[in-house]
């Protein structure tokens, strides 16, 4: 069935670094979405995107979808503490089922 | 409701006894999933109820698992003859409309723990 991979697995970065995570398929995906679990939380939807190309942002947090629309990437800009947990891409497919990446968890160190 | 809740928060269970496990999803929402999280991993599907479709049970890991939902309120996951394996947190989600392109809600999750 349709997949995603999601690297890397582990980030550990300084505040104030950059932080990208990336999701990759091997098929075309109609749509992506992108999920933020905190250490204990629960997944909480961040974004979705569906067009080839289309970037959206939301203060520090770029999402990228590419123009063959078989990638994704988060970049987080200027990490702060407030940003670790595990960041999750997430895809539809044609059944309706939501089909998780394996996540890429990010600690920063102050 | 304000969210999708689940009970219990926590679940503590002999190896061999039957568990049942409760989602209430947002009122509306005609799509539930269950999915499972290990201590450190992703998330794993179990099942999806869509309305009043056949669910999906393509995630279910073995007939000990069952789940069940009426029409588009509340769910229940059923584990008989628990095992050791089966200790992870339990996560219930729900979403809006017809297939997929929808943001899921999670709820905050029912930790298992099979001693």
């Known amino acids: 069935g349709q997949q995603v991979m999601q690297i890397p697995q582990y980030q550990h970065v300084q505040e104030g670094e950059d932080f990208t995570t990336y999701c990759n398929s091997s098929t075309t995906l109609s749509n992506i979405q992108w999920y933020k679990q905190r250490p204990g939380g629960h997944p909480v939807f961040l974004i979705q995107l569906v067009k080839s190309g289309e970037v959206k942002k939301q203060k520090r947090l770029t999402f990228q979808f590419g123009e063959a629309k078989k990638n994704s990437s988060l970049h987080i800009t200027a990490t702060q503490t407030t940003d670790v947990g595990t960041y999750f891409c997430a895809l539809y497919n044609q059944g309706g089922k939501l089909i998780f990446g394996q996540g890429t968890e990010l600690s920063v160190k102050p | ?115």
């Open chain 2, 1 to 115: 409701g304000a969210g999708v809740s689940q009970s219990p928060s926590n679940k503590v269970t002999e190896k061999g006894k039957d568990v049942e496990l409760r989602c209430d999803p947002i009122s509306g929402h005609t799509a539930l999933y269950w999915y499972r999280q290990r201590l450190g991993q992703g998330l794993e599907f179990l099942i999806y109820f869509q309305g009043n479709s056949a669910p999906d049970k393509s995630g279910l890991p073995s007939d000990r698992f069952s789940a069940e939902r009426t029409g588009e309120s509340v769910s229940t996951l059923t584990i008989q003859r628990t095992q050791q394996e089966d200790s992870a947190v339990y996560l219930c989600a729900s979403s809006s409309g017809l297939a997929g392109f929808y943001e899921q809600y999670f709820g905050p999750g029912t930790r298992l723990t099979v001693t």
